[in-house]
C-alpha cells in the first residue's frame, strides 16, 4: 500500500520556523516530482512548492518564496519543507503529495491535478 505521511506541523509565533516531513512507503518515488500544497479554512487547496525527480529543480508559490525551501532525500524516500519567517497567513493543513508523470516537471506541476498521491496533511499554525 502506498502512503505519505507528512510530520512536524504545530503551533509557532511568528517569525518562527518549522520543517515538515513526507515520509513515503510503499514505493519509490525517485522518478517523480514531488509537491507541498496547504488548505486554509475555509479556502481551496494551493500549491506552495515542488521539487523535481532530479532534485535539482524547485518551484515555489510567490507567497512562500524566499522563505521556504523544498527538498528531498531519495535514500530515504522524503520530501522536505523548511518553513522560515513564518506568517499567521501560512496557517494551514499542509499536505504533500507525488505528481503521477514520470520524469516530467513543468507548469502542471504547480497544479493539484497532475499528482495522484497525497498525504493525510499536518497542521501548521502561526500565531501573531
Known amino acids: 500500500q502506498v502512503q505519505l505521511v507528512e510530520s512536524g506541523g504545530g503551533l509557532v509565533q511568528a517569525g518562527g520556523s518549522l520543517r515538515l516531513s513526507c515520509a513515503a512507503s510503499?514505493?519509490?518515488?525517485?522518478?517523480?516530482?514531488m509537491g507541498w500544497f496547504r488548505q486554509a479554512p475555509g479556502k481551496e487547496r494551493v500549491f506552495v512548492a515542488a521539487?523535481?525527480?532530479?532534485?535539482?529543480?524547485?518551484y515555489y508559490a510567490d507567497s512562500v518564496r524566499g522563505r521556504f525551501t523544498i527538498s528531498r532525500d531519495d535514500a530515504k524516500n522524503a520530501v522536505y519543507l523548511q518553513m522560515d519567517s513564518l506568517k499567521p497567513e501560512d496557517t494551514a493543513i499542509y499536505y504533500c503529495?507525488?505528481?503521477?508523470?514520470?520524469?516530467?516537471?513543468?507548469?502542471?506541476?504547480?497544479?493539484?491535478?497532475?499528482?495522484?498521491?497525497w498525504g493525510q496533511g499536518t497542521q501548521v499554525t502561526v500565531s501573531s
Open positions: 503529495a507525488a505528481d503521477y508523470r514520470p520524469f516530467a516537471f513543468d507548469t502542471a506541476s504547480l497544479l493539484a491535478a497532475s499528482y495522484d498521491y
Open positions: 510503499g514505493r519509490t518515488f525517485s522518478k517523480d516530482a
Open positions: 521539487v523535481a525527480w532530479s532534485g535539482g529543480t524547485t
